[in-house]
């Protein structure tokens, strides 16, 4: 089984960006569809974005244009390039696969002057 873990959040000014990193161990991530999540306070999770096994890519349109998802195989690691960051972007972001399995910590970002 899979176990993932987030990092790369942090605080960062209003339209700064941010790529965060879901490292896979314990599997192949590639062999998964994996997803970005983010839970803003106050707010139900949402999912941001998905990456299939074929590496085919989708992002919901709430951040259609400035986030993205990657993978790089050789790294197992899923990446979530986030730019042109507001502060309605402040939240916890998780990946994990889908369907989704137990939660990680997730990485916090906050978007602040």
């Known amino acids: 089984q899979v176990q993932l873990v987030e990092s790369g959040g942090g605080l960062v000014q209003p339209g700064g960006s941010l790529r965060l990193s879901c490292v896979a161990s314990?599997?192949?991530?590639?062999?998964?569809?994996v997803a970005w999540f983010r839970q803003a306070p106050g707010k139900q999770r949402e999912l941001v974005a998905t990456?299939?096994?074929?590496?085919?890519?989708s992002v919901a349109d709430s951040w259609k244009g400035r986030f993205s998802i990657s993978r790089d195989n050789a790294k197992n690691t899923v990446y979530l390039q986030m730019n042109s960051l507001n502060p309605e972007d402040t939240a916890v972001y998780y990946c994990?696969?889908?369907?989704?399995?137990?939660w990680g910590q997730g990485t916090r970002v906050t978007v602040s002057s």
């Open positions: 314990g599997s192949i991530i590639s062999n998964y569809v």
């Open positions: 990456i299939t096994r074929g590496g085919y890519t």
């Open positions: 994990n696969t889908l369907p989704a399995d137990s």
